[in-house]
């Protein structure tokens, strides 16, 4: 493609990945000329393999869900939870707000070319390769200056409005100094995967596995299994739990998944073929999610923890608000990326982070594991595990860390009898 000198575009989006494929479709939809710049080539690799129910909700919104279905991806019904000999699982069909029960485990570098390939068929036009470089804001209109990755050849665009879909690339956060600490611990994950061979009448493929180490409730497994017979397995702890373990990622991964024995025995045949990964550091959070002509989508934004697969629905979920705060933008209306935007989608991102705070301190592990839950309580939780995180109409969403705190107490093992 030849470089151009200085190019203008309604809408520059960048990042292919769910957030951008999802955003620029909606927007193409509504019959805006959107630019979709992706820094890499795909397939690529990714983590974040387990969809939450509330995912298809976009998916299905941008047009695409009839090729997600068609895919051949794992099903997915729910959670199951391991902690040494205890164990129990959540049915997402079995939920308190009226949405999708089911939902996919997907190999990622195959699911994103599928919303980018279902993007680029509705209209959208996606450049691979294509690296944002800088970007000024201070005009009355936005400018990006891009590079080419091939040759190195930079060019111009011209833009009424940015959203940065670019995930762990937190492209503008980076580039405006919007990056703010997170305040969730330093941890670290190891994963990859296996060729599983599991032959465990007792493991569920239509549920992601998530073990608790049997002595060091902070130290969790992830086991997802895909369609064809392979396993994405993963162990995420504080950075320090890993210190002692060697400085090979294998090695390291493989004791911590020998100490927890229900996990070792289920993977007692796998055949280990893939190079083991890590990441750390992973938990970030910006001074804010928009200003004068961008807004900050998923990743891009802020990434909690992988422990309840909520990344790609919070992705999906700014995107798909954010695209419609955007036509309305567009359109000639007043709008207000703060109220309508912004504070809308904290919401929800702060009803995930009480979880994951109470799942790293024990106290929604003690909910999980209760052996003598109350049904309807139950559903409201299995509706919030399901990504419906933004239903007020859930107590344990409208109140999470109050609601959380009073129900942790009463399934407390110290506590006895039912709820």
């Not at 957030?19 to 019959?31: D, M, Q, T």
């Not at 707000?97 to 996606?126: C, M, N, P, W, Y």
């Not at 083991?276 to 550091?281: A, T």
Request: aromatic share 10%; with cysteine; proline share 5%.
């Amino acid at each position: 493609m030849m470089a151009v000198e200085n190019e203008s575009r309604t809408v520059v989006v960048i990042g292919a990945g769910p957030a951008g494929a999802i955003a620029s479709a909606l927007l193409k939809r509504k019959g805006h000329d959107v630019l979709v710049l992706e820094r890499q080539r795909f397939p690529r690799f990714s983590i974040g393999e387990s969809l939450l129910s509330h995912c298809l909700d976009f998916i299905e919104e941008a047009g695409m869900l009839d090729a997600i279905e068609n895919a051949g991806f794992q099903i997915k019904h729910g959670a199951a939870f391991a902690w040494g000999e205890r164990s129990t699982d959540i049915d997402f069909r079995d939920g308190f707000t009226a949405g999708k029960g089911s939902t996919f485990q997907v190999e990622r570098g195959k699911f994103d070319k599928i919303l980018a390939d279902e993007a680029e068929r509705q209209g959208v036009e996606i450049r691979y390769e294509q690296q944002v470089v800088a970007g000024d804001f201070n005009a009355s209109h936005p400018q990006l200056r891009v590079k080419r990755v091939n040759d190195g050849e930079e060019y111009l665009i011209n833009c009424s409005f940015v959203l940065d879909a670019s995930g762990y690339g937190r492209v503008l956060p980076r580039l405006l100094d919007l990056e703010r600490p997170s305040d969730f611990p330093a941890r670290k994950a190891l994963f990859t995967h296996v060729e599983d061979h599991i032959d465990s009448p007792a493991f569920n493929r239509e549920r992601i596995l998530i073990t608790t180490h049997p002595q060091l409730r902070d130290v969790w497994y992830w086991t997802i299994p895909f369609s064809n017979g392979r396993t994405s397995i993963g162990v995420v702890a504080d950075a320090k739990r890993f210190e002692g373990l060697g400085h090979d990622p294998e090695v390291c991964l493989r004791e911590l998944i020998q100490q927890a024995p229900s996990l070792n025995s289920i993977l007692t045949n796998a055949i280990w073929d893939t190079p083991v990964s890590s990441l750390g550091g992973y938990s970030a959070n910006v001074k804010q999610l928009h200003g004068p002509g961008y807004a900050l989508l998923g990743n891009a934004a802020e990434f909690l923890d992988p422990v309840f697969s909520s990344g790609v629905t919070i992705a999906m979920r700014s995107a798909s608000m954010a695209a419609e705060v955007l036509h309305r933008q567009l359109s000639g209306e007043a709008v207000d990326w703060q109220s309508q935007f912004a504070q809308p989608l904290k919401r929800g991102v702060d009803t995930f982070r009480a979880y994951v705070e109470g799942w790293y301190d024990g106290s929604f592990q003690d909910v999980i594991f209760f052996e003598n839950a109350d049904p309807h309580i139950r559903r409201m939780i299995s509706s919030i595990l399901a990504g419906y995180a933004w239903d007020q109409s859930n107590p344990y969403v409208a109140e999470p860390k109050r609601r959380l705190k009073v129900l942790a107490q009463l399934c407390s093992p110290t506590e006895q009898g039912p709820l």
